[in-house]
């Protein structure tokens, strides 16, 4: 079963929806398009399939799936997506690199016994901020690098609310994932400083309050 958030805002993926390894996948639609944001490591991708069938009619199309970062419990499952619905995949340019050669260290694939296979990006970010259309809705892409370089998060409106999608925002920080502890700090300030209503977080769920997506972000500061 898919889980409702908002109105046209949905989890249809993690650990409890498609399989254990997987990071949180969530779906949003804006009228007759619709996005995905991470893929999870692709184990469970029929029922990934059939969550998404839950929550959009087979007429909304899934336009963009709209990847956080490289790493494996996020992207696993991306091409066996884009095949499924034709959508185009986003990711920020400096973790495309990793992506697009198959870099099992780097993804951390290896961490789940998983070799990667190169994944080509259709759009890839550059800089620090992009806004993509999406059907009667938008979306923005912050960069916010430390977790991995080319970490990502995604805010949109809905329902009047402000959303942030931040997948790993409690890291790991780690040297085999090209991780930096200094960027990862000034990126944490940079994600308060967005005053979100609510956080979607990859492992530690969703905060549903400004003060509750706070106090989050700001425990993992130093
Ligand atoms: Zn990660
Ligand atoms: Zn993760």
């Known amino acids: 079963m898919s889980k409702r958030i908002l109105n046209d805002l949905w989890q249809v993926g993690g650990d409890g929806l498609t399989d254990p390894a997987d990071a949180a996948i969530y779906l949003m639609r804006f009228g007759d398009k619709a996005a995905l944001v991470d893929a999870g490591c692709g184990h469970g991708h029929s029922r990934l399939k059939k969550h998404i069938a839950e929550c959009i009619p087979s007429d909304v199309q899934l336009e963009y799936l709209l990847l956080t970062h490289s790493h494996f419990d996020h992207t696993g499952g991306a091409e066996a997506v884009r095949n499924e619905f034709g959508c185009r995949i986003v990711a920020h340019e400096l973790d495309a690199v990793y992506l697009e050669s198959g ?17 080509i990006i259709d759009i890839k970010l550059r800089g620090e901020e992009s806004t993509l259309a999406i059907g009667s809705g938008s979306v923005t892409a912050i960069h916010w690098p430390g977790h991995s370089p080319g ?70 500061m130093k």
């Open 103 to 119: 870099d099992s260290e780097v993804t951390a694939a290896s961490w789940y016994g998983a070799r990667f296979k190169p994944l």
């Open 151 to 220: 970490s990502v998060v995604y805010t949109t409106q809905i329902d009047s609310q402000l959303v942030l999608f931040g997948q790993d925002v409690h890291g790991p920080i780690h040297p085999a994932l090209l991780s930096d502890e200094k960027q990862y700090q000034a990126s944490l300030k940079k994600l308060v400083a967005l005053d979100a209503d609510l956080l979607l977080e990859g492992h530690f769920g969703i905060f549903r309050t400004k003060e509750e997506v706070r106090e989050f972000i700001q425990s993992f």
